[in-house]
């Protein structure tokens, strides 16, 4: 058996025309019958460090029997001159979260994949504390298992108060060993019980996994890296897939 929440998880690639330029992390949502991957928004683009894909591609099981089986699924990130993904603003500027609608009718009838739903969201930030343990499913420097085409898993704790905005921006605090790859990753955490809400995926979706902290003054031969990382609060979904 398969866990559900592996099969959440896509790895991203991003193109500019044929030419391969960096690997990412993304998953499935899925609202009112519509399919979108999410990701992060500098996978996307980013200014400041030149980075303009035209399409992205994800990797796709194509064989429930034989998980091993995959292809490869483009999709365009512009569409007669205009960007095809949705990113947020708040009161603190731009959420480094995006998504994009898959075609459903364009996927191979065969795919198999699991999708967070608008029920996996978490509503009550009371019910989680500082300490709490999560995990975060990506494809970390690319790394993944290459026969099976599944992400590898993270543990993670809640570093910061949730539900209170750090710094004022749209994010909490994680603190896990990660590296790049992994944006773009779902945070999530195990739902109490077997909640017949969740179905066959019983793990709330707390929030995206964007990019690694660290302090600006740090010695670089003296200190260790935080190790803390920004993940931004998934209810900002249910204002991209309206």
Not at 35 to 48: A, G, K, M, N
Not at 179 to 184: D, L, N, P, W, Y
Not at 189 to 218: E, F, I, K, N, Q
């Amino acid at each position: 058996m398969i866990e559900s929440l592996l099969l959440t998880a896509a790895r991203v690639f991003t193109f500019q025309r044929q030419r391969l330029l960096t690997n990412a992390s993304g998953f499935f949502f899925e609202r009112d019958e519509r399919l979108f991957l999410v990701t992060s928004r500098h996978v996307v683009i980013d200014v400041p460090s030149k980075h303009f894909p035209d399409r992205v591609e994800i990797e796709l099981h194509i064989d429930r029997d034989n998980i091993a089986r995959s292809t490869g699924f483009s999709i365009p990130l512009y569409r007669d001159g205009k960007s095809v993904w949705r990113q947020g603003l708040d009161t603190a500027g731009e959420i480094d979260v995006a998504v994009i609608e898959i075609e459903r009718a364009a996927l191979p009838g065969t795919t198999v994949y699991r999708a967070f739903t608008p029920r996996h969201l978490q509503t009550t930030p009371d019910q989680v504390e500082v300490g709490t343990s999560l995990l975060i499913v990506g494809f970390p420097l690319g790394f993944h298992d290459t026969l099976h085409h599944m992400p590898v898993v993270r543990h993670a704790v809640i570093a910061s108060s949730f539900g209170l905005r750090f710094q004022g921006e749209g994010y909490f605090l994680t603190d896990a060993r990660t590296h790049r790859g992994t944006s773009g990753a779902p945070v999530v955490m195990r739902a109490s019980g077997r909640d017949p809400v969740y179905g066959d995926l019983p793990w709330m979706l707390l929030g995206v996994h964007s990019a690694r902290l660290d302090v600006g003054t740090r010695d670089l031969k003296l200190d260790d890296a935080l190790g803390l990382n920004c993940a931004w609060y998934s209810d900002i979904l249910l204002t991209l897939t309206e």
